[in-house]
């Protein structure tokens, strides 16, 4: 089992950026996949950003490629979501999951995730 837990999420205006943190405690961290999620008041939770568990691989949500970018420390048992360029539609809680080796590189559905964070707030203002 592990344990998730964000941080780094807070207010920004339109344009700024912000780096989310996602700390892993438990078993081998090198060993899951993790994703980063999102969910905006009145929505459901999507998808935003995946790295597999080797980190050779990520996989972004079009809305954010190009701005967004997963990357993860194994010595540091983190994944990271650097977020530029950030719009009020980016408001939303962040959630990071994992998944112990999956067999696809990059998950991007919310069920294919074991363990999840509790999520941070991040609010872009106008």
């Known amino acids: 089992q592990v344990r998730l837990v964000e941080s780094g999420g807070g207010l920004v205006t339109a344009g700024g950026s912000l780096r989310l943190s996602c700390a892993a405690s438990?078993?081998?961290?090198?060993?899951?996949?993790m994703g980063w999620f999102r969910r905006a008041p009145g929505k459901e939770r999507e998808f935003v950003a995946a790295?597999?568990?080797?980190?050779?691989?990520?996989g972004y949500a079009d809305s954010v490629s190009g701005r967004f970018a997963i990357s993860r420390d194994n010595a540091k048992n983190t994944v990271y979501l650097q977020m530029n360029s950030l719009k009020p539609e980016d408001t939303a809680v962040y959630y990071c999951?994992?998944?112990?080796?999956?067999?696809?590189?990059?998950?991007?559905?919310?069920?294919?995730?074991?363990?999840w964070g509790q999520g941070t707030q991040v609010t872009v203002s106008s």
């Open positions: 999951a994992a998944r112990w080796r999956p067999i696809l590189a990059i998950l991007k559905n919310r069920e294919d995730y074991e363990y």
């Open positions: 438990g078993r081998t961290f090198s060993n899951y996949a």
């Open positions: 790295i597999s568990w080797s980190g050779g691989i990520t």
